[in-house]
């Protein structure tokens, strides 16, 4: 199995820390071995790492880190950027942009069902109906649904004869 040069890459930084597996170790001898650019990367790598062990013997003055972090604490707070700037910047990563998009489009889905779902309630009912609702009695509402259909049977005429109806009138004695 052939190795990809990103894997060998990633496989030479292992290899300096000494913590690739001997299987892996001979993979990367074997990459190395035909391809030019990765040689050229191992040599710069392990230049770099004899240079970080040279300056290991530097140590670190006692407390250094804490006041350190300190003073950067302090200068992020001095440089801070106004709240547009950070929300713009937030929103200009592609992640957060997406998540922005999807999170909008479900507010606005939701907003839009809880807008149907609302019953419609009339703002202004008409001053003329109000009154006659006060008019309107029990036995008034009792004997519309009769005149309705009164109505209806005279609309559709007098002269025409429901079959179920003269069925039903032979039938009475």
């Keep these: 199995m052939t190795m990809r040069c990103q894997e060998a890459l990633e496989r030479l930084v ?3 820390t ?19 650019r990765c040689r050229q990367e191992a040599v710069e790598l392990e230049a770099t790492a004899a240079r970080l062990r040279e300056s290991a013997s530097f140590t670190v ?10 003073r950067l604490t302090d200068r992020m707070a001095q440089d ?7 929300v713009r910047r937030w929103l200009g990563s ?3 942009a997406w998540a922005t998009a999807v999170v909008t489009a479900m507010v606005v ?3 839009s069902a809880a807008a149907r779902l609302q019953p419609r309630s009339a703002t202004s009912p008409d001053p003329s109906l109000v009154r006659a609702r006060g008019l309107v009695t029990e036995t008034m509402t009792v004997t519309l649904p009769s005149l309705a ?24 004695p």
């Design 18 to 36: 000494g913590s690739v597996p001997p299987a892996d170790r001979e993979a990367v001898i074997a990459h190395l071995a035909t391809c030019a």
């Design 94 to 96: 592609p992640r957060h």
């Design 109 to 111: 889905i939701a907003l």
């Design 14 to 16: 292992e290899g300096l």
């Design 61 to 70: 003055p006692p407390g250094f880190w804490p006041a350190f972090m300190n």
């Design 80 to 86: 801070r950027l106004p709240l547009l700037a950070r």
């Design 149 to 172: 259909e009164m109505l209806d049977i005279w609309r559709a005429g007098m002269t025409e004869v429901d079959p179920h109806l003269d069925a039903l009138q032979r039938r009475s």
